[in-house]
Structure formats: C-alpha cells, structure tokens
C-alpha cells in the first residue's frame, strides 16, 4: 500500500528552489522596489500528467508589500527542485500551477518578509504540504 501512495505522490516544481530547509531557514529574493515580481510557481499532476489543483495561503503577510497569486502554465523539467526524477512521459509537457508574486509598497527600499503554505487540498499527508518563508531584499 505504502508503494501505491508512492507512486500517486504529486509532484511540485519551482522557479525559486525550496527545501525542507526553507520551512526553517527560508528562501530569498531580490525584486525592485515597487514592480510586481514572480519569485516562485508550484504545480501538481498525475503519472498521466494530468494537473491538479495546488492551495498557496498567506499565512504572514509582508509588512512592506503585498503577495498575490495567479493560475500559471508550467513546463514539467526532468527533475523536480528536490532532484527527484519526473515522469519521464511528463517531461516537457506543460501543466496548469500557480505562480506566486512579491510587490513592495512604492519607494520601499530594504528587506521584508512573509510566510505561505503551499498545500494539497485533496492529500492532508501529502509530503509537499509545507509552510516556506520567504525573505525579499528590496532594491
């Protein structure tokens, strides 16, 4: 059974990588300040490359900024942020995600912070929910 849950498990891809580490430590970004900047995008699909749908809640805003996210076309790469090898008849397809963006208010110039879950709605185990702080530096 435990082999079955394996190999459903969804896969999730990002432009910013984020390791179990980032649930601790975070993952940083350097945007301008002002302008609307994606810093990350997560995906989920099926061995059949079939999308599904991906929860990204803020849980701490910025103090400085707004997150905002918006429906993403994602082409699925050989492997995922964690080196995991994907399914190789998904690999180059593109699957539907979420991107996620960073704005700082404008003028604001230093570094701010927020905190998200990225979460399965359909699998409460799945090993991919997870809480990522994200640490922006404002240029």
């Not at 492997?79 to 399914?87: A, E, H, I, S, V």
């Given at each position: 059974m435990a082999d079955m849950g394996r190999n459903l498990l969804v896969i999730v891809s990002c432009l910013v990588c984020v390791s179990a580490a980032a649930q601790q430590g975070g993952v940083s970004a350097t945007v301008q300040s002002g302008v609307k900047t994606q810093i990350a995008t997560h995906d989920r699909f099926d061995k059949q490359c079939r999308p599904n749908r991906v929860e990204i809640s803020v849980i701490a805003p910025p103090a400085n900024g707004t997150v905002s996210t918006e429906p993403k076309d994602i082409v699925v790469k050989?492997?995922?942020?964690?080196?995991?090898?994907?399914?190789?008849q998904c690999v180059g397809k593109t699957v539907t995600g979420v991107a996620i963006f960073y704005q700082s208010k404008p003028g604001f110039v230093g570094t701010d912070s927020f905190r998200y879950r990225r979460s399965n709605p359909d699998d409460a185990n799945d090993r991919f929910n997870m809480e990522i702080l994200y640490r922006v530096t404002v240029q």
């Open positions: 050989a492997q995922n942020r964690y080196g995991d090898t994907q399914p190789s």
